[in-house]
């Protein structure tokens, strides 16, 4: 168990559909990714969120948004849903150690959502 | 631009054989980090290893073992003894030296093994 929690596990949707996809990070992580994977995409990094502030943005649509709130949870939003949407989406954290220090750290996956549109 | 390259796409051994996972790496940083999960059939993904690029020296854990030569770009995973529970997609993935920056991954190794 990575400590952190993802939920729903399975989502079952339709097209043109809005979801929200909650994460929440182990303890003390200040940070959250979000990555999505898909059979033809791999693994693809969305969007990291540090301590509430966005950090950094990768391949993520603009139908797409997140933010992270006070109590450092995080939730994913995915609007106008369509079929090539249809993906497993990962919540990471990381982030124990002071930002000032230039070290990478372990990012610790959850156990994924698995969203299918139909 | 960073890339990771994992060239096998499924290798299949049976059970006790030794198996190794390539992976080779591109990025202009001088230095790095590199990683390796694992993603067993129920689909989440598990930490097994990271290493910074200063740091050239092999790696034994149990039965897994790590070969980072940087001078060939590569972090190859040799798994010794192989057990139906090794079973996965093995992912190889690098990231900048910058604090906490976002994961590339490579596409990925299929790893059956076979009783």
């Known amino acids: 168990d990575s400590g952190v929690t993802q939920t729903p596990k399975h989502l079952i949707t339709a097209t043109g559909q809005r979801v929200t996809l909650r994460c929440s990070p182990r303890?003390?992580?200040?940070?959250v990714y979000w990555y999505q994977q898909s059979l033809d995409q791999g693994l693809q990094f969305l969007i990291q969120?540090?301590?509430?502030?966005?950090?950094a943005k990768g391949n993520i649509l603009e139908r797409f948004s997140a933010q992270q709130f006070p109590d450092l949870h995080s939730e994913l939003n995915l609007s106008s849903l369509e079929l090539g949407d249809s993906a497993l989406y990962f919540c990471?954290?990381?982030?124990?150690?002071?930002?000032?220090?230039?070290?990478?750290?372990?990012?610790?996956f959850g156990p994924g959502t698995r969203l299918l549109v139909l | 631009a960073q890339k990771v390259t994992q060239a096998q796409t499924e290798i299949s051994v049976v059970e006790k054989e030794d198996v190794t996972l390539d992976c080779v790496y591109e990025?202009?940083?001088?230095?790095?980090?590199l990683f390796w999960y694992k993603q067993p059939p129920s689909g989440e993904l598990v930490f097994l290893i990271r290493?910074?690029?200063?740091?050239?020296q092999n790696e034994i854990s149990g039965r897994y073992s790590w070969n980072f030569q940087k001078s060939t770009s590569s972090f190859n995973f040799t798994i010794t003894a192989s057990q139906v529970v090794d079973s996965a997609v093995y992912f190889c993935?690098?990231?900048?030296?910058?604090?906490?920056?976002?994961?590339?991954f490579g596409k990925g190794t299929r790893l059956s093994v076979i009783a």
């Open positions: 990471a954290s990381s982030g124990k150690i002071d930002p000032e220090q230039d070290h990478q750290e372990t990012q610790y």
């Open positions: 303890s003390g992580d200040l940070s």
């Open positions: 969120y540090y301590n509430g502030e966005e950090r």
């Open positions: 990025t202009r940083d001088t230095t790095y980090y």
């Open positions: 290493r910074n690029s200063f740091d050239e």
């Open positions: 993935a690098l990231s900048a030296p910058v604090w906490n920056t976002p994961l590339v």
